[in-house]
């Protein structure tokens, strides 16, 4: 079936605008994730909602990172104000529920690679 | 907090040789998933093979292979006949059990030469 998708693949942007990154997970996967992933560097948590609600937001910089997931199914990262330092490689990742088959498995997307000129 | 620590940040092997990727990993937690995840130019991650701290017995995948030392908090990949393919950064990722965020290591990067 359909891995998970993210749109758009490349973004690039100016200092100060608004950007918003689209994740489609693998359909009935209940669990998605966000990462960010910096040059040079490992993926770091940001998000993560069970169903329709954020289970954890910890891992957000700052009040200009927001995301949502209003029908449990396609998330959006939102991040407002950009600046130089937001670009990075933003990656989204799916779960099946827990107690099914692999559930501890996370399912990644390919990315969008935000520039902030 | 847990934290991953991988200290190679570039290898580079012969095609068909064997090549050990090293992790070590911090953590309270007594029960834990370990990953070592692959990420080739598409940015794809890709799981390569798990390891659920519990299993005493090595993770094994076809020419991927585990040495999961639990006491000295140490994971390390085994690639054997290395080929083109295997060309990639290579993340570490430690999960607790139960829990839902990865954290990942800085990754090393391999390159399989011809």
């Known amino acids: 079936g359909a891995g998970v998708s993210q749109t758009p693949s490349n973004k690039v942007t100016e200092k100060g605008k608004y950007v918003e990154l689209r994740c489609d997970p693998i359909?009935?996967?209940?669990?998605l994730y966000w990462y960010r992933q910096s040059l040079g560097q490992g993926p770091e948590f940001l998000i993560y909602?069970?169903?329709?609600?954020?289970?954890?937001d910890s891992g957000l910089p700052n009040d200009r990172f927001f995301a949502v997931r209003p029908e449990g199914s396609v998330s959006t990262l939102k991040i407002q104000r950009t600046e130089r330092g937001d670009s990075a490689v933003y990656l989204c990742?799916?779960?099946?529920?827990?107690?099914?088959?692999?559930?501890?498995?996370?399912?990644f997307g390919p990315g969008t690679r935000l520039t902030v000129t | 907090a847990q934290t991953v620590t991988q200290s190679q940040p570039e290898m580079s092997v012969q095609e068909a040789e064997t090549v050990t990727l090293s992790c070590t990993y911090d953590?309270?937690?007594?029960?834990?998933?370990l990953f070592w995840y692959k990420q080739p130019p598409s940015r794809q991650m890709i799981l390569v093979i798990r390891?659920?701290?519990?299993?005493?017995q090595n993770a094994t995948e076809n020419r991927f292979s585990v040495n999961f030392q639990k006491a000295a908090k140490s994971f390390s990949l085994k690639i054997s006949d290395s080929q083109l393919g295997d060309t990639a950064m290579y993340f570490c990722?430690?999960?607790?059990?139960?829990?839902?965020?990865?954290?990942f290591g800085k990754g090393t990067r391999l390159h399989i030469l011809p």
């Open positions: 990742a799916s779960r099946p529920l827990a107690g099914q088959a692999d559930s501890y498995e996370q399912y």
């Open positions: 359909s009935g996967h209940t669990a």
């Open positions: 909602f069970q169903g329709t609600g954020a289970a954890d």
């Open positions: 953590t309270s937690e007594n029960n834990y998933y």
């Open positions: 390891q659920e701290a519990y299993k005493q």
């Open positions: 990722a430690f999960m607790k059990l139960g829990g839902d965020k990865i954290i």
